[in-house]
């Protein structure tokens, strides 16, 4: 992978709503925890300009981060973050400790390329719908993937991509697909365009009329 994040930590043992909301005030450090392993789940505080910028980058999200936790490190995932709804501040952050031997379950990006050039929206004209931007995954820590790409240069006006149609890095799995077929859900398409769906309403619509009337002499 092209990044490393390595961000440092405090145990904390002032628990409670009100030792959360003075911490982030008073220290401008952000509560957090860390649980998964084989270990007790453990409460931290990180400083809070540190997390946001962190936070800034896409690969964050999906990347192994080395927590030094009072000068002992461990690696984890980000598993949740809890932001205020009107204020630039970040709440609560949730960090899942990972082994190198254990498959984890996580959410990476996808990132569909040459969309500019897709011969269904270039040249057929139609729109372009993303169904999913992120994909459940199961893998080794060594073999998790920062996003995943989907070429979408060759699909044409009316096609579905799904799952499955994803070429998956060596040693990811879907996590969807593990659970079958009926899991193989749409990712992205390129619809028609409006005025061809028009035209196609409109022609379809006096074959319909004329149905009726023949029923209705028929009927007489």
Do not use: W
Request: hydrophobic share 35%; with cysteine.
């Amino acid at each position: 992978m092209s990044n490393d994040f390595q961000l440092n930590a405090k145990a904390r043992n002032d628990m409670g709503k009100g030792a959360s909301r003075r911490l982030r005030r008073l220290a401008n450090e952000v509560p957090a925890i860390i649980y998964g392993g084989k270990k007790d789940p453990q409460n931290i505080s990180l400083a809070h300009n540190t997390l946001e910028h962190a936070l800034d980058n896409e690969a964050f999200y999906s990347h192994i981060i080395t927590l030094d936790v009072d000068g002992k490190t461990q690696d984890v995932i980000l598993k949740d973050v809890q932001r205020h709804p009107a204020k630039p501040i970040i709440l609560h952050v949730d960090f899942l400790r990972v082994s190198k031997t254990q498959k984890l379950h996580t959410k990476v990006p996808l990132h569909f390329i040459n969309e500019d050039t897709c011969v269904g929206a270039k040249l057929g004209g139609g729109n372009i719908s993303r169904s999913m931007t992120e994909l459940d995954i199961s893998c080794l820590p060594a073999d998790l993937p920062e996003y995943i790409e989907v070429d979408v240069a060759e699909v044409e006006v009316g096609q579905i991509l799904h799952i499955s149609d994803i070429t998956l890095p060596k040693g990811v799995e879907s996590v969807g697909l593990s659970h079958g077929e009926e899991h193989d859900l749409p990712i992205f398409t390129v619809n028609k365009p409006k005025a061809a769906v028009e035209e196609t309403d409109e022609a379809e619509a006096p074959e319909a009329e004329g149905e009726s009337e023949g029923e209705e002499e028929g009927n007489e």
